[in-house]
Structure formats: C-alpha cells, structure tokens
C-alpha cells in the first residue's frame, strides 16, 4: 500500500452527481459531478474533484475549512458584503469556515479541493 495518490483526470472514479438545493439557487440551472479522491480514516479530511455547469448558488461552508484550486473554466466568486472575484485556471484560495457568498459559474468550472470538517 502507498501512502500516496496522484490525481489523473483523465482516469477519475465514477462521478456523484448533484445540483444546488433548491432554497440555494439564484440563477440557471447548475449541475455538479464529484469525484472523491482520498480522505483520511475518520473522514475529517477528504479531497476530491469538482465540476459545475453555469449558473449561480448561494455558497455556505458552515465550519468546513476548503482550500480550492481552480484547473479549468471561469466562475465569480462573491463574500457576503465583498467585490466579486473572477476566478479562472491557476488560481487557489481558501475557504474559511464562516464562509457565506454566491458562487457563480460563467464557463462550466472544475476544481481540486481539500476540506476538513
């Protein structure tokens, strides 16, 4: 056994499959695959790969910690209270818990993330 996961992205495990709960959406009608990728025994910590289609939704992290690395597409990122953000391939932030905005997918938008719950 390895104590290490690469990431292909050509070769990624069957996707869930979701969209924004309904009281969450604000415009279009966004799709999401997920692909879980490694996580630890407890399941605290868990990564993975996101994709949404455009649209837009109210983002609520609630005490989720998620560091986010953006591989491809344009979406717009907005904080409650804050200018919005384009965010596009390259670029990473964090997440912090707390965290409450409106995620807005311009391009569909695939992401690698990390959380810890």
Not at 15 to 20: L, S
Not at 38 to 65: C, H, L, M, N
Not at 81 to 92: L, T, Y
């Amino acid at each position: 056994m390895t104590n290490l996961t690469f990431v292909d992205q050509n070769n990624l495990p069957e996707p869930r499959k979701g969209q924004p709960a309904p009281d969450r959406l604000i415009e279009g009608n966004p799709q999401f695959l997920s692909w879980d990728i490694a996580q630890t025994a407890d399941g605290v910590v868990r990564s993975g790969v996101w994709e949404a289609t455009p649209g837009a939704y109210r983002s609520i992290k609630g005490d989720t910690f998620e560091v986010c690395v953006i591989l491809s597409g344009v979406s717009e990122l907005t904080e409650d209270g804050c200018e919005p953000r384009r965010i596009v391939a390259g670029d990473s932030f964090v997440m912090h818990p707390g965290f409450v905005g409106t995620w807005k997918v311009i391009e569909t938008t695939r992401k690698l993330w990390v959380c810890r719950d």
